[in-house]
C-alpha cells in the first residue's frame, strides 16, 4: 500500500477512535465536556500532533520519513537475567558462537510479544542496546493505543486499555523544569484542549492515561538522579496509570523497583523478513520482487558476516538503504562495515543527540577506532571472543600508556561505559564477561589493526594457513590496495611449497604437462586443472581407492580451474575401462595446452585390456588403476608417482584452498595493479 495512503487512514481512524476513547474517558473520570465540537477539534489536532512527531520513522539519512504503522515489526522481549548470571566463558563460548560461520548466535528463550507483555504489565520497564528499537517500541504503543479497539477496516488495535498515550522524550529535562504533570498538561494544551489542566489531574487520580517516559539514559548526568525520584515518585503517586519507561540496557542499575524489567530480543530470521518485505513495499518493489531478492542475498552464505548486523533493527534499516541504492551489497564489504561502525560509533548518537560525557572530549572518533581495533585485535589472536572485564580494562590501560597526546589520565571504567552504553559496541553477555556486540564489528576493527606492511607481514606469517582469519584477509584486503599483502601470500605459499616435497613433484610436474601461454592467469588455471588427474588417483596406502575423497580432491581442482578459466568445462571418469579410458583421452586431448601422447596411451589401453586377467574381488579395481596409470604417464608423470603411499594429498590440498583463497583476496581488493597480479599468477605453482 502507498505510504501516503497509509499515513490518511491512520489519521481518519485514529482520529475517530480517539474522539471515543475521549468520550468514554471522560465520562469515566466525571468530567463533563461542554464543547463536542471544539473538544473533537482539540483532539484531531492532538491526534495529528502525535503521529507527525512519533508516528513516521526518519533514520539514517532516509530520503523521507515513513509511517511506523507501514514498517513496524512486531518487537519481541525477554527477561533480561543474564547480567546477572555467573556464566562462564567456555558456557558462553558454546551458547552464542555459531562454529560453522563463527557467528554470534542468540538463543533466546521466553520470547514474547512486546504488546501482549504490555497489556500484562502495569509498569513495564523496556531495556535494549543502541538501535535495538526501544524508542520505536514505545512511540507504537502510544499509537496502539490512539488505534480503534474493534471495526476498523484496515488498523486494529492490540493494545487492550482504554488509556490516552502521553510519549516523553526525557532528555528533554535537560531544558525543562523536572515535572511530569506539566509536561504531560502541555501536552494537551498546546492542542486547545478545554479545562487541559482540569482534564488530565482527573486523568492521573482515575489511571486513564497511558504514559510514555523514553531514554532515561540520555537525561544529562547531572540532573539522572533527580529524574529518577520523580518518575519513581510520580509513578507512586499515580500507581492507577499504566507507564512504560525505555533504557539502554548498560545504563541500567534496577533504579525502578516497581517496573518489570525486560530487554529487546534481536530480531530473528522471521522479523528480518518481515521489516525487509515492510521496508520494499511499493508497487515497484513488489514487480521487481524485491524484497525475496533482498533476502535471497541476505542469507547467501557469502554473506553471513552481512546477516549477523541484520539482527539490530538499526543496522538492518542501513542495510535496506544500501540496498536501495544498488540492488545489491557492495562488493567491498569492509566499507560495509566501516559505514556499521560508524553509525555506532558517531551518527546514530549525533541523531539521538548523546555523547555529552566528558570523557568523549578526549577520545575522539579515529584515537577511539585505534583504541577498538587494539581490544578486538588482542583478542582475537588468543581465540577470544568473550573476555572479563579485568582483561578489557587491562587492554585498555595497555594502549593508553603507549600515547603521548593525552594530557590526563582517562577513566578506564569510565571508557568502557562510555563505548557499552552510548554505543553499543561492548555487550555485557553475563556478570563481568564482555564480547563485542557483533562478531562481524571484531572482525573488522582486528583487519583494521593490520593496516600496516609490518603487521601484515605478522597476518600472513602466522595465519594464512588458518580458515579462522579468512574474514580479516577479505576485509583488509577491501580497506587498502592488495599489491603488497598478495605478494607476502606467494611468499609464504612458496615457502610452504618447499617444505613439501611431494607437493614439489606435483607442482613440477603440472608446469611440465601444459603448454605456456602469454596470460599468465590462464596458465595458473591450466597448471591447476592437470593437477585434478592424479588428485583423482590418489589411494590411502595399503588400501583401495577412496571414490568418495578423491571426487573431493579432484573438484577442488576442478572448480578453482574453472572459476579463472571459464571455458575449462570437463567430465571426468572415476571407474574406467577401455571404453571409459578412450572418451577420456579424447576430452583431454581437447584442451590443446596439455602436453599429452595420444597414440602411445591408445595403444597401451588396448594393451590392458587385451591381458587376461583373474576375475577376484580386486581385479576391476587393478585394472582400473592401470588405465589412470597409462593416462598419467601419456601427461609426462614420473613412475615414481605411482609408488605406495606417495602421495600425501593433505599439503596438495591445503596449497589449492590458498591459491583459491588469494582469488578471493583479489576480489575483494580495494585495487591492485596488473603487474602485481601477473607476478602473483606466475609465482603459484612455480
Known sequence: MDASLIEKQIVEETVKATIELVQHVSKSIGFKIKETISINHAIKNYVENYLQRYGKIKVLGMSRPVPLQALYVNVEVQQNTHLHSYETIEGLQTKF??????????????????????????????????????????????????????????FISKYQHNCLPVYIDLKQFKNEEIDLIQIITKEFFYCNFPESESFILKCLQSGKLLILLDGLDEVPSDKIDQVITHIQDFSNKYKKNRYITSCRT???????????????????????????????????????????EFIAQLYDPKHFSTLELAQTPLLLTFLC?????????????????????????????????????????????????????????????????FFSKDELANSINNYLATLLNINKKLNTSKIIEAIEVHQGLLVQRASDIYS????????????????????????????????????????????????????????????????????????????????????????????????????????????????????????????????????????????????????????????????????????????????????????????NRDFQKAILKAMGMDVEYFKPGFVKYGPVIQYLEVCDFIFDIKKEAMSITKNTWDNVCNQLAV
Not at 554470534?104 to 520470547?111: C, G, I, Q, T, V
Not at 583504541?371 to 582475537?380: D, N, R, V
Not at 588427474?533 to 573438484?555: A, H, T, V
Request: aromatic share 14%; glycine share 2%.
Open 436 to 623: 563485542f556486540s557483533h562478531l562481524t564489528i571484531q572482525e573488522y576493527l582486528t583487519s583494521y589493526y593490520f593496516l600496516s606492511q609490518t603487521k601484515i607481514d605478522q597476518l600472513v606469517d602466522q595465519y594464512l594457513f588458518d580458515p579462522k582469519w579468512r574474514e580479516i584477509f577479505l576485509m583488509l584486503a577491501g580497506m587498502n590496495r592488495v599489491d603488497y599483502l598478495l605478494e607476502q601470500c606467494v611468499i609464504k605459499l612458496q615457502k610452504f611449497k618447499n617444505e613439501n616435497k611431494n607437493l614439489i613433484f606435483l607442482l613440477d610436474w603440472a608446469n611440465r604437462a601444459i603448454t605456456p601461454s602469454d596470460n599468465p592467469e590462464n596458465d595458473l588455471a591450466h597448471r591447476i586443472f592437470v593437477l585434478a588427474f592424479p588428485l583423482s588417483y590418489i589411494r590411502e596406502p595399503g588400501g583401495l581407492f577412496s571414490y568418495s575423497k578423491n571426487s573431493f580432491y579432484q573438484d577442488i581442482a576442478y572448480n578453482l580451474a574453472s572459476r579463472i578459466d571459464n571455458y575449462i568445462k570437463f567430465k571426468h571418469y572415476k571407474n574406467l575401462n577401455r571404453d571409459r579410458a578412450r572418451k577420456l583421452i579424447h576430452s583431454i586431448s581437447y584442451f590443446n595446452f596439455i602436453k599429452i601422447k595420444t597414440e602411445d596411451v591408445l595403444s597401451e589401453i588396448n594393451l590392458i585390456e587385451s591381458n587376461p586377467i583373474k576375475r577376484d574381488v580386486g581385479a576391476n579395481t587393478r585394472q
Open 250 to 292: 548498560a545504563f541500567y542499575k534496577n533504579y525502578f523497583t516497581s517496573f518489570y524489567d525486560v530487554e529487546v530480543s534481536n530480531f530473528d530470521d522471521n522479523q528480518i523478513k518481515a521489516f525487509a518485505c515492510n521496508w520494499f513495499s511499493n508497487e515497484n518493489d513488489k514487480t521487481n520482487n524485491t524484497c525475496n
Open 321 to 385: 538503504l544500501v540496498y536501495d541504492n544498488s540492488s545489491q551489497f557492495p562488493v567491498n564489504r569492509s566499507a560495509l562495515y566501516k559505514q556499521a561502525l560508524y553509525i555506532l560509533l558517531e551518527k546514530w548518537a549525533a541523531e539521538k543527540r548523546v555523547h555529552n560525557d566528558e570523557i568523549y572530549q578526549d577520545l575522539h572518533i579515529d584515537l577511539e577506532v585505534e583504541l577498538l581495533s587494539e581490544i578486538a585485535c588482542g583478542f582475537y589472536i588468543n581465540n577470544q571472543l
Open 97 to 154: 558462537v555459531d562454529k560453522a560461520y563463527r557467528r554470534f548466535r542468540y538463543l533466546d528463550k521466553n520470547r514474547e510479544s512486546g504488546v501482549d507483555v504490555a497489556n500484562k504489565e502495569k509498569y513495564l520497564n523496556i531495556l535494549g542496546a543502541p538501535g535495538a528499537g526501544k524508542s520505536t517500541f514505545l512511540k507504537k504503543m502510544g499509537l496502539e493505543a490512539l488505534l480503534p479497539k474493534s471495526d476498523s477496516n484496515i
